[in-house]
C-alpha cells in the first residue's frame, strides 16, 4: 500500500534553516510527482510547490521563491523539503503529497499524504 | 493570481444534504478536487476531477463543476462527516496549485 512517512518534529530557532523528509513506498515513486503543503496553526492548506520525481523539476509558491528548496533521492525513494531563514510565522505543519499527473509535465491532485512534521520557530 | 472562494462555514442536521461550494473565475474551466481534514489528521482526497470518488469513499460524496462555481454534495450527513473540506485546482496560468480557504462542516 502507498505510504508517505515524514520526518519527526523540529524546533528552531528565527534565522534557522529546517528540512524535513518524506519517504514514499508501495509504488514507483520516479511515476508521480511529490507536493509539500503546510497549515498555520488554526488556518488552512498553503501549497508550498512540488518536484517532479522522474525528471527533478520544481516549481515554487511565488512567496516562498528563494527560501525554499526541494529535493529527491531516487534510490532511497525520498523527498526533502528545506526551508531557509526561518521566521515566527513559518510555525505550521508541514505535509508531503503524491502528486497525482495529469500528463508528464501537468500535475492534477494529491492522493496520498504524509501524516505532517510540526515545525515550530521561536526563540 | 486565481482565488477560489468558499463559505467559512456549512451547518447540516444528521441524515440531510450538505452542499460546500468553491467559487473561482470560469472554474467550469478546471478540474476541480475536493479534501476532508479532521482534527489533528492529514487531508483525505474525497472527490478529484469535479465529480470522481477515490476507492473507499463513500457514494454520499459527489461533486459537480460548471461556470464559476464547483460544489461537494455530502448526501445523507453522518456525525463522522464532521470535519474542514478544501476544493483545489491546478491553475495552468501561474503553473501554482491553489487551494480554497476551507469550509468547517457542522453535523448539529
Known sequence: QVQLVQSGAEVKKPGASVKVSCK???????????????QAPGQGLEWMGWISAYNGN???AQ????????????????????????RSDDTAVYYCARVYMATVVTPAHFDYWGQGTLVTVSS | SYVLTQPPSVSVAPGKTARITCGGNNIGSKSVHWYQQKPGQAPV???????????????RFSGSNSGNTATLTISRVEAGDEADYYCQVWDSSSDHNVFGGGTKLTVL
Open chain 1, 63 to 86: 512567496k516562498l521563491q528563494g527560501r525554499v528548496t526541494m529535493t529527491t533521492d531516487t534510490s532511497t525513494s525520498t523527498a526533502y523539503m528545506e526551508l531557509r531563514s526561518l
Open chain 1, 24 to 38: 514514499a513506498s508501495g509504488y514507483t515513486f520516479t511515476s508521480y510527482g511529490i507536493s509539500w503543503v503546510r
Open chain 1, 58 to 60: 520544481t516549481n515554487y
Open chain 2, 45 to 59: 482526497l474525497v472527490i478529484y476531477y469535479d465529480s470522481d470518488r477515490p476507492s473507499g469513499i463513500p457514494e
